[in-house]
């Protein structure tokens, strides 16, 4: 079973900026689609912004035009680059990755934007 490790989150003040980073054991290629997650406390997990293996990508509109998703084939790893980031971007983030039969997730990282 392939595994997926997120890094990358932490503590940062509004208006700062956090690259999330998604390790993939295996070819990213093997994937239809790739995405990050995020649910706050007491709240459902939501998607936040999807790259299908053509590179066409999708964000939440709360995050539109403050996150970039993008991979890097060479390393298997997928980015979140989040900048202009609020306090209600605080939570784990989750990464995913989906074949066509199964998908998988990643265990978290915290992201916490304080005011």
């Known amino acids: 079973q392939v595994q997926l490790v997120e890094s990358g989150g932490g503590l940062v003040q509004a208006g700062g900026s956090l690259r999330l980073s998604c390790a993939v054991g295996?070819?990213?290629?093997?994937?239809?689609?790739m995405e990050w997650h995020r649910q706050a406390p007491g709240k459902r997990r939501e998607l936040v912004a999807t790259?299908?293996?053509?590179?066409?990508?999708n964000y939440d509109d709360s995050v539109k035009g403050r996150f970039t998703i993008s991979r890097d084939i060479s390393k298997n790893t997928l980015y979140l680059q989040m900048n202009s980031l609020k306090p209600e971007d605080t939570a784990v983030y989750y990464c995913?990755?989906?074949?066509?039969?199964?998908?998988?997730w990643g265990q978290g990282t915290q992201v916490t934007v304080s005011s």
């Open positions: 295996r070819n990213i290629f093997s994937f239809i689609s």
């Open positions: 790259i299908t293996s053509s590179g066409n990508t």
């Open positions: 995913r990755a989906n074949a066509a039969a199964y998908n998988v």
